[in-house]
């Protein structure tokens, strides 16, 4: 049997933020505790404009989890994105830009099509014109899902303070 897709609102999706960052953890594959330290991140989205999330559900186990909002400035990946690109590419793919913040599952539905799956539910309840993300900037198993589903790059080799690590900022037009 196929996981359940089901939208949450905020409420539900703060309330389950522990499931959320346990399927993180290990669609990551970092630790937990790692992974809970990004608590707060996802308790400041629960404010943001046009928040939706989707989850995927097998019976009562959250095996997938996708989420973002309508991106505004002033708010820190925003504003760190919009710095990396020249004001032309930044009006075009920010000004009205549904931001996905996150979409992983499970390691053991990886290539079942269920993050495809969340993917298009969450961005087919947006009203935007544009999707972006941030992805390493890495021939990784995500990098290449993005550009099958038809994203493009935007900007490569980004940094974020505090952070070494490289990424790519992703868009799609809706």
Known sequence: MSP???EW???ELGARVEEVLDVYAEAMEVSRSA???RRSVVAAH???RGLR???ALDGEQLVGIGYGYRGAPGQWWH???RAAMDP???NRWLQDAFEVCELHVRPRLHGSGLGRDILLTLLSGTEAATAVLTTP???TRARRFYRAGGWVDLVRNLTFPGDPRTFAVLGLDL
């Open 88 to 90: 032309e590419l930044a």
């Open 46 to 48: 629960l404010d943001r």
């Open 79 to 81: 504003d760190q994105v």
């Open 53 to 55: 999330a989707v989850a």
């Open 9 to 11: 609102d905020r409420a």
């Open 4 to 6: 359940l897709l089901v």
């Open 137 to 139: 900037d890495l021939e």
């Open 35 to 37: 992974a809970r330290a």
